[in-house]
């Protein structure tokens, strides 16, 4: 397939992600729910770009729009900015004090004198990437509850949720570092809840919780769950090579 | 004898009347006649008139019928064979008592095709439905015509979706035809979440069968074998009437195995569904039927090719449904000669607000709003002024008084910056504030979109701050832009159509009225005296006779002054509900507030 990104003709496969292809040929298009692991939650609208096909022009999410036929694509014409802009200004309303808004500030800034009653101190723009990221695990101890403007990311009832392992991945992939994740004495304390760290047998290093190790036990029975950090795995790995070659007398 | 027994009618407790007549006429028998036959029929459409009883075949239509009216029906009409003049319908535009329903401008400017049972059959009776011609269309599909000349016809006859976007039903099930895989599914849309609206529903109550025809042509049509209808959960009577009807057609070989005789084979099942507003959207019902979240996907691949369970997947609207068995039995040429350009046949819509005649109506496409608001509605009631009219649902638009011409059709409303959607109609008068109207759908908006997407939720929740801020005093002159910058960011960049829709209300309104916004946010006044910190009422002393009225019905006691000379109004303790205004019978009693006063 044929695509022409701002002027710029790039190779595509049939049904790839336009954001994939503009990625590939080094055009920027911004994002803030984008996780390569996570694909698909194309919640934030960042990534939103114009797609002019046969003639008529229509504005959509770049990262599940799949590319099927020769496209001419705009990532950065007045409108999609102007847009673009009006996001920025809506997510600086909602959430201030998320890390995201460093960079959108960086790009976009300085933004005006906001128009609404700032959610002073807020973090999460709730974009869904740490549900996701849950619900990848199989773990599923977070979701989003309510609709509309009441939505929010939340254990059920609120409460310190029983599924977590506190393996943290919802605080890894957090584009606005929104979730609270503490690490004291060995104790790593995740929504509300405490776990036991369990350290790396090589390097003494906290690498994960009990609940975590137990999970992946769970999971695959006949397994063993080495407790390695990943620089000793690696350590490891080239030692086990070392010896490996020594014994072959190079 | 018909007797309404819609849901419109049973609150008004038509029930109770039919077991009257049941009753009156197991014991009355000597006296009448003829054998008088009593059925429980769907909705009639005049709800503001119900209970209705119809008398065939003289066609005598009685209104708001009370089970100790039965009586004098049994002894006058069936024995006597004379109207009941009391219990007929006023023409409100004649004043004078009409005998049958057809007579009257609320029917005879209607065209019914998704309707044509309705009010006239039992729904619990499949015979009475096969007695109208139903199951003929399956029957002439599955004998006569192959799965490609059923959706020929369907293209040729141009019918659209009657849920909300209006797409080309016979392109649909063209595009699903010929997907790949030998798994297909028919779904119908029964989720009908717009508040207020009972177009759909009242065809699941009052014709069960029309959709479940039209489903299993479609199925024959592009080769699908099971099919699913959604319904909401508080449709208790829809669900009822229609898993009725599904047992009935599967034990007359109408849905099954070999149907009629044929090789075609189709199945349905009822799902049932918790009733947000935007599990409707196509999606999120599908996400709904599989047992998933209701939220809406991302769908650049059409359901068609990858929908229910990733199989290809027809979902049309129940109206669509109730539409297709007429366009096989009649033929595409036949319903393509209803309409206008682009938009072929009726459309149902369920005429609510400030109107004479509230009920379910259905009419030709291109009719005009005038038309429909003045002739089959009767007008304004209360000799008020005609101010707007909203349609489509609540991501409608509303559309002014001075554009009563318009033909009501997917185009002409799209221009006018509204849209069809599934038929919602709310005809608003002069007491109406149009700026509260934006920020009333805006605010339900806020509250039912599913929340998923940035624009969406977070556009519709500083709209709603910005007209929460016109309506209550504190807007500023820039509100107006700012709210048509994030109307452009919603419209662009949401997700699903309810985000891309939900501007609408508030750009028309901006579009039409707006001096109203202007004198909300500059002088501070509501012209209206709906928002009750930019109203205040005062009293014309060059009007008031000082009858005293006024001071009566205040509930704050806010009124003072004596009989016979000008009423006074104490601002301080006027709570601003508006009764003065109301009682007032020389109009003396004003709106003002903000600088004008
Ligand atoms: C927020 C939202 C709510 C909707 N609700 C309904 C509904 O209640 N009933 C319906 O038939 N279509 C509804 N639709 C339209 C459906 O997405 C879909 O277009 C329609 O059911 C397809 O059938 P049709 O082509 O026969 O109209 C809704 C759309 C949106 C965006
Ligand atoms: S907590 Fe972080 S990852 Fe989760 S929804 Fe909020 S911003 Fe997204
Ligand atoms: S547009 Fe609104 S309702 Fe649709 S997916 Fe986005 S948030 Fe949900």
């Known amino acids: ?250 | 004898m018909l007797v309404c027994c819609g849901t419109g009618c049973l609150a008004n407790g038509s029930h109770g009347v039919y077991r009257e007549f049941e009753k009156m006429l197991k014991y009355a028998d000597h006296s009448v006649k003829v054998k008088a036959v009593t059925k429980a029929t769907g909705c009639n459409g005049l709800c503001e008139m119900g209970p209705i009883v119809k008398i065939l075949p003289d066609d005598i239509f009685y209104c708001r019928v009370k089970a100790s009216d039965v009586e004098d029906i049994v002894r006058e009409t069936l024995a006597g064979g004379r109207p009941v003049e009391r219990l007929l319908y006023t023409d409100p535009a004649t004043g004078k008592r009409v005998k049958s329903h057809r007579e009257t401008d609320f029917y005879k400017n209607q065209q019914k095709i998704a309707l044509r049972n309705i009010g006239e059959i039992d729904p619990a009776n499949i015979d009475d439905y096969i007695q109208r011609g139903g199951y003929r269309a399956l029957a002439k599909a599955l004998d006569k015509m192959s799965a490609g000349e059923v959706i020929d016809e369907i293209e040729k006859s141009g019918i659209r979706g009657r849920g909300g976007a209006g797409f080309p039903t016979g392109r649909k099930w063209r595009h699903c035809a010929g997907a790949n895989g030998a798994t297909k599914y028919i779904v119908c849309n029964g989720d009908e979440g717009d508040p207020g609206a009972f177009m759909d529903r009242s065809i699941m109550e009052g014709d069960p069968h029309s959709i479940i025809e039209g489903m299993a042509i479609g199925a024959y049509a592009v080769g699908a074998r099971k099919g699913y209808i959604y319904i909401r959960d508080e449709y208790s009577l829809a669900l009822k009437s229609m898993s009725r009807a599904i047992e009935q057609a599967k034990e007359r070989g109408y849905l099954g195995d070999s149907i009629m005789g044929s090789s075609h084979s189709f199945d349905m099942d009822i799902v049932r569904g918790g009733g947000a507003f935007v599990c409707g959207e196509s999606s999120a019902l599908i996400a709904s039927i599989e047992g998933r979240i209701g939220e809406p996907r991302a769908k650049y691949i059409h359901a068609t090719q990858r929908g229910l369970w990733d199989k290809p997947t027809v979902l049309n609207n129940v109206e669509t449904w109730a539409n297709v068995p007429v366009i096989i039995d009649r033929g595409s040429g036949w319903f393509n000669s209803i309409g206008t350009g682009k938009s072929k046949g009726t459309k149902v819509f369920s005429l609510v607000g400030k109107v004479q005649n509230t009920g379910l109506i259905e009419v030709p496409m291109g009719i005009s709003l005038g038309k429909i608001i003045f002739d089959i509605g009767g007008g304004i009631p209360g000799g008020k002024a005609f101010k707007a009219v909203q349609t489509g649902g609540p991501s409608g638009g509303c559309i002014p008084g001075s554009m009563m011409d318009l033909e009501v059709d997917f185009e002409s409303l799209g221009s006018a910056g509204s849209m069809m959607g599934s038929g919602g109609m709310i005809v608003m008068d002069e007491d109406t504030c149009m700026v509260e109207v934006a920020r009333y759908y805006t605010k339900f908006l806020a509250e039912e979109s599913c929340g998923k997407c940035l624009p969406c939720r977070e556009g519709l929740r500083r709209m709603l701050d910005i007209l929460n801020d016109i309506c209550e005093g504190r807007g500023h002159k820039e509100d107006m832009d700012t709210l048509l910058e994030i109307c452009e960011a919603l419209r662009e960049a949401s997700l699903c159509a309810l985000g891309k829709t939900a501007p609408n209300p508030v750009e028309t309104t901006l579009r039409y009225f707006r001096e109203e916004y202007l004198e909300h946010i500059q002088d501070k006044r509501c012209r209206a005296g709906v928002c009750p910190d930019l109203t205040e009422y005062y009293i014309d002393e060059s009007l008031c006779r000082g009858c005293g009225l006024c001071a009566k019905n205040c509930p704050a006691g806010a009124i003072t002054g004596q009989p016979g000379s000008a009423y006074i109004i104490n601002h301080d303790l006027c709570t601003k509900c508006g009764r003065c205004r109301r009682v007032c019978k020389f109009g003396a009693v004003g709106i003002g507030g903000g600088a004008v006063v």
């Open chain 1, 1 to 250: 397939m044929r695509v022409i990104i701002d002027g710029r003709e790039c190779l595509a496969r049939r049904g790839e992600y336009l954001l994939d292809v503009a990625k590939r040929n080094g055009i920027f298009i911004p994002t803030l729910c984008h996780s390569d692991a996570l694909p698909g939650q194309s919640s934030c609208r960042m990534c939103i770009v114009e797609v002019v096909e046969g003639g008529r022009s229509k504005t959509v999410a770049s990262c599940v729009y799949p590319v099927l036929g020769d496209i001419e694509v705009k990532t950065n014409s007045d409108k999609i900015r102007r847009i673009r802009r009006t996001l920025v200004k809506l997510i600086h309303a909602s959430s201030p004090a998320g890390k995201h808004m460093e960079d959108l500030l960086e790009r976009y800034g300085p933004l005006p004198e906001n128009r609404f009653e700032v959610a002073e101190g807020e973090k999460c723009m709730l974009c869904g990437l740490c549900v996701s990221a849950c619900e990848a695990l199989g773990t599923g101890a977070i979701s989003t509850i309510n609709r509309g403007t009441a939505k929010e990311v939340a254990p059920p009832f609120k409460e310190p949720p029983e599924a977590c392992i506190g393996c943290g991945a919802c605080a890894h992939v957090c584009p606005g570092d929104a979730i609270e994740m503490k690490e004291q004495g060995g104790i790593r304390t995740i929504w509300d809840r405490n776990f036991e760290m369990l350290e790396c047998t090589g390097c003494g290093e906290y690498i994960m919780t009990r609940q975590q190790q137990e999970y992946i036990k769970a999971k695959d029975p006949e397994g063993t769950v080495e407790l390695l950090c990943e620089k000793c795995k690696r350590k490891k790995t080239v030692d086990g090579f070392r010896d490996a070659f020594k014994n072959t007398g190079f």
